[in-house]
């Protein structure tokens, strides 16, 4: 049996049918926070021992401090669920999601939005196929085509899978990352297995068969940290190694800081090795710690402390290392 009505004010009704009450469709699921469904049109439907409302020409979905505003939808008193379709908007406090379909579960008061789901909380904007929001514990979690956004130093995260908590601004990707930190005239550019996103401490960790490219600097380590405000990088793990078109320099772990796209200093501590290449020489050195100055991308200055060993070949550009 079908109920249709017609109106703009929020679903707060009975119906009785032989003598039997039917629930009010705004208890349908239990929450302490008011809750109320508002839509220009409205039809319920009877399936066994619950019922399905059809919302249409605009919904409005009110839980506490949540708005879902959409085009059309329906609630489902078994399944306990609201899904609501169109050019939906989820806004709860300072987060903003937008996507094409929302389905909210009010018992557990988290929301999935489906279909360019784009999420945006103060400092970040989050982008992916697929988006939940678990207002309980402020955290996003995205999949497919999955993006973070951080305006305030111009840097995309790319990743499968990601996790954002809203209330410490940190986030984590996974599954084939890219890091693109974009400036006025370059990109810094890094590839690797696992991505954070430490925003509220502004700096970016990286983890797992690790590639970086800025101009002609190239690098490669197991792990990454990255201070865009400083523009200092920091390789270590499984013999890294920073070079560009006139120098290569390796060791346990290397702090690298950038000026655009030409590198500024080098410091490279135990195990510590480069090669320098100036003219027609090749300059080879080993020691507990490498520290190296740029002038314009090239080398300009030199220091090596402890168990110093060095060579010098002329004649000759080719790169030797590790």
């Known amino acids: 049996m079908i109920f249709k009505f017609t109106h703009a004010a929020a679903l707060v009704f009975f119906f009785c049918l032989s003598g039997q009450a039917i629930e009010d469709p705004e ?13 220009g049109m409205m039809t319920t439907q009877i399936l066994g021992s619950g019922y399905i409302v059809q919302l249409m020409n605009g919904v409005e979905i009110i839980h506490g401090s949540a708005v879902i505003t959409g085009d059309s939808g329906y609630a489902d008193q078994e399944k306990g669920i609201v899904k609501v379709l169109g050019k939906v908007t989820v806004r709860d406090g300072d987060v903003t999601i937008t996507s094409s379909a929302v389905i909210y579960y009010r018992d557990s008061r988290r929301a999935e939005a489906i279909g360019s789901a784009k999420l945006v909380s103060r400092d970040q904007e989050i982008s992916a196929n697929k988006l939940q929001y ?18 305030q130093n111009n840097t995309y995260l790319f990743g499968d899978t990601g996790n954002y908590f809203l209330e410490t601004d940190y986030g ?13 005239n370059d990109t810094f550019s890094v590839r690797g297995d ?11 960790s990286v983890t ?3 590639s970086v490219e800025r101009g002609t600097v190239r690098a490669e380590s197991h792990r990454l940290i990255y201070f865009p405000d400083e523009e200092k990088v920091i390789v270590y793990g499984r013999l890294p190694w920073i070079s560009n078109e006139y120098s290569k320099i390796w060791g346990d772990s290397i ?4 000026d655009g796209k030409e590198i500024s200093r080098l410091e490279s501590w135990r195990n510590a090795g480069g090669t320098f290449t100036e003219d027609e020489s090749v300059n080879q050195v080993y020691g507990n710690t490498i520290i190296l100055d740029f002038l314009r991308n090239k080398p ?23």
């Open 134 to 151: 678990d207002r309980n514990r402020k955290m996003s979690s995205a999949s497919g085509n999955v993006s973070m956004f951080d305006p």
């Open 194 to 204: 696992t991505m954070e996103n430490f925003a509220d401490s502004g700096f970016y």
């Open 208 to 210: 797992g068969n690790i």
């Open 255 to 258: 702090v690298m800081w950038l």
């Open 27 to 39: 208890s349908m699921m239990s929450s302490d926070e008011p809750f109320s469904i508002n839509a």
């Open 300 to 322: 300009r200055m030199l220091e090596v402390l402890g168990n110093v060993t060095g060579s010098q070949r002329t004649g000759q550009k080719e790169e030797n290392g590790p």
């Open 172 to 184: 984590i990707l996974t599954g084939d990352c890219k890091m693109l930190s974009i400036s006025e």
